[in-house]
């Protein structure tokens, strides 16, 4: 029986989904594409955060470039798997759960793509991006378009693409394509520790934040102000609300203070 592609399970309140197929340096295929569908499709009710990674030395080399080559796929096939890619990395980006993900090795082409729907990115040493789609002869078809453009401005996506540029994990963090560098090897472990620190937010906040702020970001700023203002409505009425506030009112919560800087 062969071994799935993508696994979950839970350490604490954090559901980790592992690519697993380090063999194939995690590309995915639309065996991999199912089951991440799958896997954030219905995470354990009880997980407040996920972390995401990727067995082996990289996290993800992106499209199964030897799938496509062997499929012959048409223009309509080829649109209807981007259209898969969108709607799964959606349910990453928009299921209400702050997502973690932990980088190592290469993070390129549709593996950028994935890493980009995620909320926060913990990369170490040895991690790299680049988007090679180009020198192959394709195009990006996960979202680059749209959320890597964002992040790094879509100026930065043209010559990223048009040279071939391979980014470090320094140049990376300065990018925003990942927030932290872990020490060597590490990426994993810190990006749990991030998400368990992060499941101790209130659900309702987290939800508020993952799901409303990139959807606000695309509206003018009248509707933006005005969907603020539901979102804040909602959460600053719920339910642990009184319980949060209270302990700041009666001095036991801790203060805001500065953090060392991340490596
Ligand atoms: C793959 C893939 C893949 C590895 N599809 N099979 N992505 C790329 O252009 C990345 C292409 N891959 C690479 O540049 C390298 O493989 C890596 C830098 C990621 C890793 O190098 P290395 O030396 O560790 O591994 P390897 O020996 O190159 O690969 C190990 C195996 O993984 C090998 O298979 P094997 O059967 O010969 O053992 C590789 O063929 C296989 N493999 N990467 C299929 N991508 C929605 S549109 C998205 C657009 C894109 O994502 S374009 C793809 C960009």
């Not at 080399?61 to 898969?84: S, Y």
Request: net charge neutral; with cysteine.
């Amino acid at each position: 029986m062969s071994e799935k592609n993508v696994t979950v399970h839970m350490d604490d309140e954090v559901a980790v989904v592992t690519l697993n197929r380090a063999a194939k340096r995690n590309a995915i295929d639309e065996q991999t594409l199912a089951e991440l569908d799958a896997a954030f499709s219905s995470l354990p009710r009880e997980a407040r955060a996920v972390v995401l990674t990727g067995k082996g030395p990289h996290f993800c080399a992106g499209l199964d470039l030897k799938e496509h080559h062997d499929k012959e796929r048409t223009a309509v096939d080829f649109m209807r798997v981007c259209q898969r890619w969108h709607t799964t990395f959606d349910k990453i980006q928009y299921g209400g759960l702050p997502v973690v993900a932990a980088l190592q090795g290469a993070v390129v082409g549709g593996g950028l793509e994935l890493a980009a729907a995620t909320h926060v990115r913990v990369a170490d040493p040895s991690t790299y991006f680049a988007l090679p789609e180009g020198q192959k002869g394709i195009f990006t078809g996960g979202g680059a378009t749209v959320r890597v453009a964002r992040i790094i401005t879509p100026n930065r996506m043209v010559e990223m693409m048009l040279t071939g540029r391979v980014l470090n994990a320094k140049a990376g963090v300065q990018l925003g394509l990942a927030h932290e560098i872990s020490v060597p090897g590490e990426s994993l472990r810190a990006a749990l520790a991030l998400a368990k620190r992060v499941a101790q937010n209130a659900p309702l906040s987290n939800y508020a934040m993952v799901t409303s702020i990139s959807r606000i970001a695309d509206m003018s700023a009248t509707d933006g102000m005005f969907a603020e203002s539901l979102m804040a409505a909602v959460v600053q009425t719920g339910a642990e609300v009184q319980t949060r506030l209270g302990a700041f009112v009666d001095k036991s919560l801790p203060k805001v203070a500065p953090q060392h800087a991340p490596a």
